[in-house]
């Protein structure tokens, strides 16, 4: 199979270059890489430059910085039958292409595939609970088997569900939960997805003073996604449960700012659940 990496960027130079070179280890060549650059200058024009003789580089530009409207416009240009859309500080494992190949390839056939994360030191991460073991996804486990770098689509399921949610996402009011809200969407439709944890693509940690500043704004797009794909009454709960009971946690155990993750993360959730548009919600509170 012939694979697109999608590549949204901004601001990232060295980030983007480590990305690359990984790229040039895959043991699986059959791929392009479309980058999608939203910077307002020609700081990648050396990077590109550095890697066109060992990978095959499109370079796009774009004005409007949102990362799912770059993720769209990327895969307009794409050709390959499956896309995917690795962060640009993602670095790639030798074999993840080579894996993905097969597992498309399998008796089974999925229409899509995700996988988990690990550090840039090969360690495991912080970004979420991941679902222990191999399953199809379904409704209720896509919350702790997806994340968008490691999200391989076959082009023509991605194309019938419409691509990706520019409402939704970096760069708008509901700050994540995209890939959730596009394989919901997918699902819908009929299509199959199969989570694999030893799928693994390398990420850094972010620091919980990041994370934290972003919280209410994931939160809104979690709960958000969960109304407008009108996700189970149980699910929604679990994770609204999960939120506060780790914000309580980490309150007894004095560490304030991971307890004020977890209650912005819950007021989020329930904020942009009962909002239907981007409008109606308030903004985040401070946090002191």
């Not at 990978?55 to 990327?74: D, E, F, K, P």
């Not at 199969?194 to 809104?220: C, E, F, N, Q």
Request: glycine share 10%.
């Amino acid at each position: 199979m012939f694979f697109s990496l999608i590549v949204p960027t901004l601001g990232r130079v060295g980030e983007l270059r480590a990305l690359l070179d990984s790229l040039t280890r895959q043991s699986l060549t059959t791929f392009e890489v479309i980058i999608v650059d939203q910077n307002g200058d020609d700081r990648l024009v050396p990077v590109v430059n550095d890697f066109t003789d060992r990978l095959n580089i499109t370079h796009l530009r774009s004005t409007v910085r949102q990362c799912n409207h770059a993720r769209n416009l990327g895969a307009k240009r794409a050709v390959g039958d499956i896309v995917t859309f690795p962060d640009d500080d993602c670095v790639y494992t030798d074999t993840v292409l080579q894996t993905v190949n097969e597992l498309f390839a399998s008796f089974d056939k999925p229409d899509f595939i995700t996988g988990s994360v690990i550090t840039l030191e090969g360690l495991r991460g912080k970004s979420g609970r991941w679902h222990p073991v191999e399953t199809p996804i379904n409704s209720h486990n896509v919350w702790t088997c997806l994340i968008e770098f490691n999200f391989f689509i076959r082009r023509t399921a991605f194309t019938a569900t419409g691509g990706f949610d520019e409402g939704v996402g970096p760069g708008t009011t509901f700050g994540s939960a995209e890939g959730q809200d596009l394989a919901l969407r997918l699902l819908e439709k009929g299509f199959r997805g199969l989570y694999v944890p030893s799928l693994h693509i390398m990420h850094p940690d972010k620091p919980v003073t990041l994370t934290t500043a972003r919280a209410y704004s994931y939160g809104l797009g979690m709960g958000h996604v969960m109304r407008k794909n009108h996700v189970g009454v149980a699910t929604v709960g679990t994770f609204l449960l999960r939120s506060v009971m780790g914000g309580l946690v980490y309150l007894l155990k004095g560490d304030i700012p991971r307890a004020r993750y977890y209650f912005l993360t819950f007021l989020g959730r329930i904020r942009g659940y009962l909002s239907l548009r981007a409008g109606a919600v308030t903004p985040a509170p401070a946090t002191g």
